[in-house]
């Protein structure tokens, strides 16, 4: 590209960067959906808590579903940063398990962490890992999750991740991005790996 077109380029887009900063004028806490069927949505929202801590923020974690091993990001919150709440579906539902009523109580008990946490005016993040499937298994009632997160203390950001979740949660939510897999390295054979997947 030619030096002139470059410049040209790069002042159209500050100036369609300026209106836009200019224009976002509003501060208020935000709702996330992180969703798709592609790689890169617990790791994305486990980013924005990494971030938030990084600002000495304060940040809480719920995860819905129980991986048959602990993540890396879930042993680094834990030895590095016990001030970090961290709570996990410790029985219930897995891939592995056929169980409706237990998976459902499991559920419950863990959506009570995240409704108490949902009303802390102290925490700024909260990431509610796998939410969605806790809706689309019916586990959880929709209607009362997505009232406790319009419903949230005002100055949480919220971010949820899992496939689907629903139009209604879609909606509500501010910001929605969808992970599009176009191919992951499993279905050519290649196993989980440690840092990578977990
Ligand atoms: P990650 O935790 O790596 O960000 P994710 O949250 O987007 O992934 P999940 O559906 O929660 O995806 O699945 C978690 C695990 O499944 C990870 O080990 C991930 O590598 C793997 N995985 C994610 N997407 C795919 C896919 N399209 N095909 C096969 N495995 C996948
Ligand atoms: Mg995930």
Redesign the pocket.
């Known amino acids: 590209m030619q030096a002139d077109k470059f410049n040209n380029a790069m002042a159209r887009q500050k100036a369609s960067v300026d209106s836009s900063i200019a224009k976002a004028d509003r501060q208020r806490s935000v709702l996330l959906l992180?969703t798709?069927?592609?790689?890169?949505?617990?790791?994305?929202?486990f980013g924005m808590v990494l971030r938030a801590l990084g600002w000495g923020q304060r940040v809480a974690v719920v995860q819905f579903?129980k991986?048959t091993q602990p993540?890396g990001e879930e042993l680094l919150l834990r030895s590095h940063f016990p001030e970090v709440e961290f709570f996990q579906m410790g029985t219930g539902f897995t891939w592995d398990t056929q169980n409706f009523a237990a998976d459902q109580a499991a559920a419950e008990r863990t959506w009570q962490e995240a409704e108490r946490l949902l009303q802390d005016p102290r925490l700024d993040l909260l990431l509610l890992?796998?939410l969605t499937y806790m809706l689309a298994y019916q586990f959880l009632p929709a209607a009362a999750v997505l009232q406790a997160l319009r419903n949230r203390s005002p100055s949480l950001s919220v971010v949820v991740?899992?496939?689907g979740g629903g139009s209604e949660l879609r909606a509500l939510a501010d910001t929605v991005s969808e992970?599009k897999?176009l191919k992951?390295?499993?279905?050519a054979g290649v196993q989980?790996r440690k840092g990578?997947?977990?």
Not at 36 to 45: E, L, R
Not at 184 to 187: F, K, P, R, T
């Open positions: 992180l798709g069927d592609g790689k890169g949505k617990t790791t994305s929202g579903i991986g993540s890992d796998e991740t899992g496939r992970v897999s992951h390295a499993y279905e989980a990578v997947d977990y």
